[in-house]
């Protein structure tokens, strides 16, 4: 996720916008810049990586301006870089603008601005926002912005200063979080208040289609109707550790309810609904490759191999292609049969995880084409790779990975549309109803984070055993693997992950009275199968966690615990299934008073064998 600071008042903006990035920095980033009114002139410093590098590029090259705005990017469209850092100013350098957000019809008017003569210099979506504020511009820096906002498709905080408007900022909000701050006789522009609270503790919160005039006689507000608006100015009590968490005591908490956007942010752009089409333009697979795709490799590890697992169920399913789906430390070193009409895809958080990169390099010597699925743009992953395809869960801090799986899996889903549309094998109305169904996920995930205190029940039940057990069937045996993953390396209790088809194969052995299991059984195609092994389990006084769908009360009297979510495709009910599995895990560690954000033993991502 991005950050964004602005600032308009008596002070040097230069500190004051470098220290409010500096405690952006927990959001993650892996470029920076700034660009202050000097002399009538916009002056802007931009650099990759951390912000010690701006501060070089400013020490080296000083600026100084009482009006300014400042940035740090985490990298969706184009790599970090300088060139792609933020502020992107428009063809003249009149004016500049920072972005939090996806700007989903970008391409459209990059074209349409090529067309029109303005010269592009980066490769980001936010860019289109400065040309097309130029081309709006005509004497009102606001009114040009207003214009602007009518064109944008996408989600965006915006901030923008200009020199033909000296003592303004003006910005806007719409699906990414942007707050006013109100001080004594200077005001500010922040994605997040720990940017600005040692100036002031007074914010406004913008909501979606507002814009706002900033200037040191104060601000104007201005609704999606573009009339002016009164809003309240809130008084934030909390502590600045506590905001880098947003009030959540962990960042895994914080992670696991950012979820419902982070899916949203990850599909769209890449599906329209009305058309059942796909854009992936990021992976250049030319038609006659995708029809002739003879089998399909996913390598990975740990929550990614889940993901992997998840994926293998739907290309075999659906798209009628041999998949296979390997622990990245085993394929690099059995020898897999591998040719140039073989696709692999590998998933990745990090981009870093060293067995992937072997695997990943091991399939590229074997002449295949690599997918890479990865949240972190311009890793060693992303570069080996054919084609990526970037999950926009935003920087991962907790150790055990929740929003990027469920953004890998949505990533997953995307691919499935694109070949299964692309070999003529889904139709257009089967690839609308997917994708219709995929829109509601986030309102639905929202509805189970919405009744987490359940979960937090169980895990108050639960929290001192010692052994777990989770079963599930087709594409919910992975979320089974995922769940007992989740419990066992932030909890440390000892968790296995069965098909619940497996239970008379050796597990059943394990089931008494200590024993609890928790059983997926939300409504799909082997529904009663696995009643059949709840029931097992019961008979052996096994105790029994269910997970079922909302309106199955006739499952009730099956369980000793049930836990309902929504209804979705089966083929969708991974991201929905996982989520109370994560809440669980992570209650049951809180409460045993483990290091929920770093657990024992393990790092963020495994660059070593
Ligand atoms: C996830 O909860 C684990 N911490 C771990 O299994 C992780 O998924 C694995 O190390 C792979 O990491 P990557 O996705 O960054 O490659």
Not at 266 to 273: K, N, S
Not at 367 to 388: E, P, Y
């Given at each position: 996720?991005?950050?964004?600071?602005?600032?308009?008042?008596?002070?040097?903006?230069?500190?004051?916008?470098?220290?409010g990035?500096?405690?952006?920095?927990?959001?993650?980033?892996?470029?920076?810049?700034?660009?202050?009114?000097?002399?009538?002139?916009?002056k802007?410093?931009?650099?990759?990586?951390?912000?010690?590098?701006?501060?070089d590029?400013v020490k080296?090259?000083?600026?100084?301006?009482i009006?300014?705005?400042?940035?740090?990017?985490?990298?969706?469209?184009?790599?970090?870089?300088?060139e792609?850092?933020?502020?992107?100013?428009?063809?003249?350098?009149?004016?500049v603008?920072?972005?939090?957000?996806i700007?989903?019809?970008?391409?459209?008017?990059k074209?349409q601005?090529?067309?029109?003569?303005?010269?592009f210099k980066?490769?980001?979506?936010?860019?289109?926002?400065?040309?097309?504020?130029?081309?709006h511009?005509?004497?009102?820096?606001?009114?040009?912005?207003?214009e602007t906002?009518?064109?944008?498709?996408?989600?965006y905080a915006?901030?923008?200063?200009?020199r033909?408007?000296?003592?303004?900022?003006?910005?806007?909000?719409?699906?990414?979080?942007?707050?006013?701050?109100?001080?004594?006789g200077?005001?500010?522009?922040?994605?997040?208040?720990?940017?600005?609270?040692?100036?002031?503790?007074?914010?406004?919160?913008?909501?979606?289609?507002?814009?706002?005039?900033l200037?040191?006689?104060?601000?104007?507000?201005y609704?999606?109707?573009?009339?002016e608006?009164?809003?309240?100015?809130?008084?934030?009590?909390?502590?600045?550790?506590?905001?880098?968490?947003?009030?959540?005591?962990?960042?895994m908490?914080?992670?696991?309810?950012?979820?419902p956007?982070?899916?949203?942010?990850?599909?769209?752009?890449?599906?329209?609904?009305?058309?059942?089409e796909?854009?992936?333009?990021e992976?250049?697979?030319?038609?006659?490759?995708?029809?002739?795709?003879?089998k399909?490799?996913?390598?990975?590890?740990?929550?990614?191999?889940?993901?992997?697992l998840?994926?293998?169920?739907?290309?075999?399913?659906?798209?009628?292609?041999?998949?296979?789906?390997?622990?990245?430390?085993?394929?690099r070193?059995?020898?897999?049969?591998i040719?140039?009409q073989?696709l692999?895809?590998?998933?990745?958080?990090?981009?870093?995880?060293?067995?992937?990169?072997?695997?990943?390099?091991?399939?590229?010597?074997?002449?295949?084409?690599?997918?890479?699925?990865?949240?972190?743009?311009?890793?060693?992953?992303?570069?080996?790779?054919?084609?990526t395809?970037?999950?926009?869960?935003?920087?991962?801090?907790?150790v055990?990975?929740?929003?990027?799986?469920?953004?890998?899996?949505?990533?997953?889903?995307?691919?499935?549309?694109?070949l299964?549309?692309?070999?003529?094998?889904?139709?257009?109305?089967?690839?609308?109803?997917?994708?219709?169904?995929m829109?509601?996920?986030?309102?639905?995930?929202?509805?189970?984070?919405a009744?987490?205190?359940e979960?937090?029940?169980?895990?108050?039940?639960?929290?001192?055993?010692?052994?777990?057990?989770?079963?599930?069937?087709?594409v919910?045996?992975?979320?089974?693997?995922?769940?007992?993953?989740k419990?066992?390396?932030?909890?440390?209790?000892?968790?296995?992950?069965y098909p619940?088809?497996?239970?008379?194969?050796?597990?059943i052995?394990?089931?008494?009275e200590?024993?609890p299991?928790?059983?997926i059984?939300?409504?799909?195609?082997?529904?009663?199968?696995?009643?059949?092994?709840?029931?097992?389990?019961?008979?052996?006084?096994?105790?029994?966690?269910?997970?079922?769908t909302?309106?199955?009360?006739?499952?009730?009297?099956?369980?000793?615990?049930?836990?309902?979510?929504?209804?979705?495709?089966?083929?969708?009910s991974?991201l929905?299934?996982?989520?109370?599995?994560?809440?669980?895990?992570?209650?049951?560690?809180?409460?045993?008073?483990?290091?929920?954000?770093?657990p024992?033993?393990?790092?963020?991502?495994?660059?070593v064998?």
């Amino acid at each position: 996720m991005c950050g964004i600071v602005g600032y308009i008042g008596k002070k040097d903006a230069v500190s004051i916008l470098i220290d409010g990035l500096k405690r952006l920095e927990y959001r993650g980033y892996d470029s920076a810049g700034i660009a202050v009114l000097q002399d009538g002139q916009i002056k802007l410093r931009r650099s990759a990586g951390k912000l010690a590098n701006l501060e070089d590029t400013v020490k080296k090259n000083p600026l100084a301006g009482i009006v300014g705005i400042g940035h740090t990017r985490w990298a969706t469209h184009g790599k970090p870089s300088e060139e792609n850092a933020h502020p992107h100013t428009d063809c003249t350098g009149d004016l500049v603008v920072v972005h939090n957000g996806i700007i989903e019809n970008y391409h459209l008017l990059k074209k349409q601005l090529l067309k029109e003569g303005h010269i592009f210099k980066s490769e980001t979506d936010t860019e289109v926002v400065a040309h097309l504020l130029e081309k709006h511009y005509q004497g009102d820096l606001h009114k040009a912005l207003r214009e602007t906002l009518k064109e944008l498709a996408g989600s965006y905080a915006l901030g923008v200063i200009s020199r033909k408007d000296p003592a303004t900022i003006v910005a806007a909000r719409n699906g990414s979080p942007l707050i006013l701050g109100v001080g004594e006789g200077e005001y500010f522009i922040a994605s997040d208040a720990p940017a600005i609270l040692q100036h002031t503790r007074k914010v406004i919160y913008l909501d979606d289609g507002d814009s706002a005039r900033l200037t040191v006689a104060g601000i104007i507000i201005y609704d999606k109707a573009g009339q002016e608006i009164k809003k309240k100015v809130n008084v934030i009590t909390w502590d600045p550790i506590k905001t880098e968490k947003a009030g959540f005591k962990h960042f895994m908490l914080k992670e696991i309810f950012e979820q419902p956007q982070v899916i949203l942010d990850t599909f769209r752009g890449r599906v329209m609904p009305e058309e059942g089409e796909i854009f992936l333009e990021e992976v250049q697979l030319e038609p006659d490759y995708v029809q002739n795709i003879n089998k399909i490799f996913v390598v990975a590890c740990g929550t990614s191999y889940h993901a992997g697992l998840v994926g293998k169920y739907l290309f075999e399913d659906y798209l009628r292609i041999p998949s296979e789906v390997d622990m990245a430390s085993e394929f690099r070193y059995r020898n897999p049969i591998i040719d140039c009409q073989t696709l692999v895809i590998v998933i990745s958080q990090s981009g870093e995880t060293a067995d992937t990169l072997a695997g990943l390099r091991e399939a590229k010597t074997k002449g295949s084409k690599i997918l890479s699925i990865c949240n972190v743009v311009g890793s060693t992953i992303t570069r080996a790779a054919d084609g990526t395809i970037y999950t926009h869960a935003g920087p991962e801090i907790g150790v055990a990975s929740t929003k990027a799986f469920t953004a890998q899996l949505t990533a997953l889903y995307i691919i499935l549309l694109y070949l299964g549309r692309r070999r003529g094998i889904m139709s257009k109305e089967e690839a609308q109803t997917i994708i219709e169904k995929m829109m509601h996920i986030p309102s639905q995930v929202e509805k189970i984070l919405a009744t987490a205190g359940e979960i937090i029940k169980i895990a108050q039940d639960f929290f001192k055993k010692t052994d777990f057990l989770y079963l599930g069937r087709n594409v919910n045996y992975p979320i089974a693997l995922e769940g007992a993953l989740k419990l066992k390396e932030i909890s440390y209790i000892h968790a296995e992950g069965y098909p619940a088809g497996e239970m008379k194969h050796g597990p059943i052995a394990l089931i008494d009275e200590n024993m609890p299991v928790l059983a997926i059984a939300t409504k799909c195609k082997t529904y009663e199968k696995i009643l059949s092994n709840i029931e097992e389990v019961k008979a052996r006084a096994g105790i029994v966690i269910i997970l079922a769908t909302e309106g199955d009360e006739s499952i009730k009297k099956k369980a000793d615990y049930v836990f309902f979510v929504p209804e979705t495709l089966e083929i969708l009910s991974p991201l929905l299934n996982v989520i109370p599995l994560q809440l669980l895990a992570y209650h049951i560690a809180e409460r045993r008073g483990c290091d929920v954000d770093q657990p024992r033993n393990l790092a963020k991502s495994v660059t070593v064998e």
